[in-house]
């Protein structure tokens, strides 16, 4: 592109080339960068004097969203920007769509980008003068003069550094930048529209990250940490007086005039110093991109100035003060403050302000992650107010993972059915139809399916039926795992499944996937409902083969690893549902299944919660006479419980202890092994005492015959007969020991003598009361 210039008499020649084009680093804006060849020719068109200059353009694209059509606007960006070649029109539609879909790292992305355009001088400091880069150094001057003419040199200079092409040029100026520093170090009390100015001017420069150097050299940060400090301190004292003021006039009503002039002064001052704030929590939020100058503001208590300022109420101040503490959240230390400071940010849900709303929004999300600030944010009655953010689509998405944060703690699901956050959420599931559901929205609905009451309010009306329905034709897995939290619900929502079974049953097969069953057969093994017919569910879909088989570690060929476990494990507890049925449990005893459990019992024997679920299958058997005998005469079941009748974990020990009574009640033979087992585990010491220890024979003359050989034998001490003997003298009528005894043993009879009498006493009553009382008078004995 040729110019040519006429001038006497010389001609000036201005090309521009090397024309390239980026994306903005921070903003949705296309970035030129060109360079201009300047030349003046002589008069016969000779080149005199050559000059090259690097230039830069910045085109904002503010229409520029998820919905553009970018070939449309790469056409535009053309036909406007007379720079770009139209050979570039290619380039520029793909610049386009990658700023349309770029996500920043982060979190650069959700904050708050403020351009020094956003500022203009407010009232009281505007000047009808323009400024001028060439009159820069008159500018300075001024800054050596009074007050007033320091704000005027100062706004001036404002007006200049508020284009970002002046910026390089005003940072060659050293003596206008050192002058600015000092004046705001040292006036900066005598007046707030001056550190205001002055500050803006700084922050011009902080809004791009080559210029931080230059901030940080003349410690701008620090300073603005002091006035922030200075300044809220002053807001106290303003509070103080304007509180002692009003009990004074309401006390005498001659002073109401004087009253009305305080808070008219209170309230201009306010706008002002809120002003100042905002622009220097700007400058810092821009310093604070490194994050050791951001660790400098904590070690200065900045969390603490920021909460503090959230009691305000003007929006621009509020939103640069929540941009700043969404940035600090993310740090471990930083949190843990604003948990010490309390919450605030309730008072700001909902707002009007729609950029304030959204990125209140995504601090609390970043807080949610912490118990205790969940805890604050229920307290504070967050629950319904986010829940009617649901119909903002806008904040939908922030709104349902906060709210998903908060329904992982089972203390405040039932919250949720106090609100019309569940008939909003069901409304969206079935909005969604056949597209794929947002993983956000099942997330918290799976969640939420975990309360009765919550459950109760999903599925009413048509609610359940409409997630069955949605869930067998889509084979979602999310659906179908929300359906199975709520059928654990005990009442009317359970008794709803009686019109699902066939559904559910019929999914259960070899060709669905693994996932999908799982979730089917844990929704089953949930329906413990009275009237259900399972010997019938199971005939009619053959499910009795299903089950068997799965019970077999490497059944699952598609399966590896944690998956195959957990569809084994949902097999087990699917049995052991089905056993509650007398003719169900016959009809699994009969196919073999229970040695193929014992089987998986053996193979399992590490994990709990297959011992637990395999035991209590054995509880539901031996409840019924026909699976009873097969599992008392025809299996080893019983003596795998009497090995895990002491097991660590306690609910397998109760399991195991109600099954063991059970068949101790109806098979006598297996009855005294449980009494002798469960005697040898109460009295395990005394008996390990009394048959590993070594005695003489002259000094232990009641443990040995006339032979020398012991009275214990080398057998088992609970195999020898001859022991038990009457107990007469011993043991009274009502099974209490005689008090003839113990006149006895204090009248003389010797101790060990005493010690055996008493333990072939304890064989004698052989049961858990006698034993435990012999053993603890044993004790004391010894």
């Not at 040199?153 to 940072?171: H, K, M, S, V, Y």
């Not at 004292?237 to 002064?265: G, I």
Request: aromatic share 8%; proline share 3%.
């Amino acid at each position: 592109m040729d110019s040519l210039q006429t001038g006497d008499p010389r001609y000036l020649k201005r090309r521009v080339k090397g024309c390239t084009l980026d994306v903005h680093p921070t903003e949705k804006a296309l970035v030129v960068q060109y360079e201009v060849e300047a030349t003046i020719l002589g008069e016969l068109g000779e080149p005199m004097v050559g000059e090259r200059k690097e230039c830069q353009k910045i085109i904002r694209l503010k229409s520029l969203n998820a919905s553009t059509d970018t070939s449309s606007l790469a056409r535009k960006v053309m036909e406007e920007c007379r720079l770009i070649h139209p050979s570039k029109l290619r380039e520029v539609e793909q610049l386009l769509f990658y700023l349309q879909n770029r996500k920043h790292a982060n979190g650069t992305d959700l904050r708050k980008r403020i351009s020094p355009r956003d500022f203009k001088p407010y009232a009281g400091v505007e000047l009808d003068e323009e400024a001028s880069i060439n009159s820069i150094d008159e500018y300075v001057e001024l800054l050596y003069e009074d007050i007033q003419e320091k704000i005027r040199g100062a706004t001036l200079i404002f007006q200049l550094a508020r284009n970002p092409d002046n910026l390089e040029e005003l940072l060659q100026n050293e003596t206008a930048l050192g002058a600015l520093a000092r004046v705001l170090r040292e006036d900066w009390k005598q007046s707030v529209d001056l550190a205001t100015t002055i500050t803006y001017i700084f922050f011009c420069f902080s809004s791009f990250s080559q210029f931080h150097g230059l901030v940080t050299h003349f410690k701008i940060g620090a300073l603005c940490m002091n006035i922030i400090e200075h300044e809220l301190k002053r807001y106290d004292l303003w509070q103080d007086e304007l509180q002692k003021k009003k009990k004074e006039f309401s006390d005498n009503q001659n002073l109401k005039k004087e009253h009305e002039k305080s808070f008219r002064k209170y309230q201009s001052l306010l706008i002002k110093q809120e002003q100042l704030l905002r622009v220097a929590l700007c400058l810092l939020l821009n310093l604070a991109e490194d994050t050791r100058t951001e660790l400098k503001m904590r070690n200065k208590n900045i969390v603490h100035m920021l909460v503090k300022i959230l009691d305000r109420e003007d929006e621009e101040l509020l939103l640069v003060v929540v941009s700043f503490l969404k940035k600090l959240s993310i740090f471990l230390e930083n949190k843990n403050d604003m948990v010490r400071e309390g919450g605030k940010l309730a008072r700001l849900i909902p707002s009007e302000h729609e950029e304030l709303l959204s990125t209140t929004l995504r601090l609390l999300l970043n807080l949610s992650f912490d118990t205790s600030l969940r805890s604050q944010m229920v307290q504070a009655g967050l629950v319904p107010k986010l829940s009617s953010l649901l119909a903002d689509e806008g904040q939908r998405q922030l709104s349902m993972c906060i709210l998903y944060h908060i329904s992982m703690d089972d203390r405040f699901k039932s919250m949720f059915a106090d609100t019309d956050c569940i008939p909003q959420l069901m409304k969206m599931v079935f909005d969604c139809g056949e597209e794929k559901m947002e993983a956000e929205l099942i997330s918290l609905c799976i969640n939420l399916a975990a309360n009765k009451s919550n459950a109760q309010v999903i599925c009413e009306g048509n609610g359940l039926k409409m997630l069955m329905k949605r869930a067998v034709k889509m084979k979602d897995v999310l659906v179908m795992k929300m359906i199975r939290n709520l059928s654990q619900h005990n009442g009317p929502t359970k008794s709803l499944f009686l019109d699902h079974v066939g559904d559910l049953a019929a999914q259960i097969s070899e060709e669905e996937a693994e996932e999908f069953v799982i979730e089917c057969l844990g929704t089953l093994a949930n329906l413990t409902i009275a009237d259900l017919d399972w010997a019938l569910v199971l005939k009619e879909y053959n499910l009795v083969p299903f089950l068997k088989d799965r019970l077999k570690p490497g059944a699952f060929p598609d399966c590896t690893g944690s998956a195959e476990d957990d569809l084994i494990l949902e097999v087990v507890i699917m049995i052991g549902t089905v056993s509650m049925d007398d003719s169900c449990a016959a009809m699994l005893a009969k196919s073999g299944i229970i040695p193929a459990l014992i089987e998986l019992l053996n193979a399992q024997q590490e994990d709990d919660e297959f011992v637990c679920q395999i035991v209590y299958v054995f509880y539901q058997m031996v409840f019924h006479k026909a699976t009873r005998d097969v599992i008392i005469k025809d299996t080893q079941a019983p003596a795998y419980l009497i090995d895990l009748m002491h097991d660590n974990n306690a609910e397998i020990r109760k399991v195991c202890d109600n099954t063991l009574d059970i068949i101790a009640e109806y098979d006598e033979e297996w009855g005294k092994k449980i009494q002798t087992e469960k005697f040898r585990w109460y009295n395990g010491q005394w008996l390990e005492m009394v048959e590993n220890r070594q005695m003489d024979e002259a000094g232990e003359p009641f443990l040995y015959g006339d032979d020398g050989e012991s009275f214990v034998g080398n057998g088992d001490i609970l195999e020898r007969p001859d022991l038990f003997y009457s107990a007469d003298g011993i043991i009274g009528a009502d099974g209490a020991i005689s008090p003839e005894f113990y006149t006895d043993f204090q009248n003389g009879d010797d101790k060990q003598h005493f010690c055996l009498k008493l333990y072939r006493t304890a064989l004698q009553y052989n049961n858990q009361t006698p034993a435990m009382s012999c053993f603890g008078l044993f004790k004391s004995v010894l």
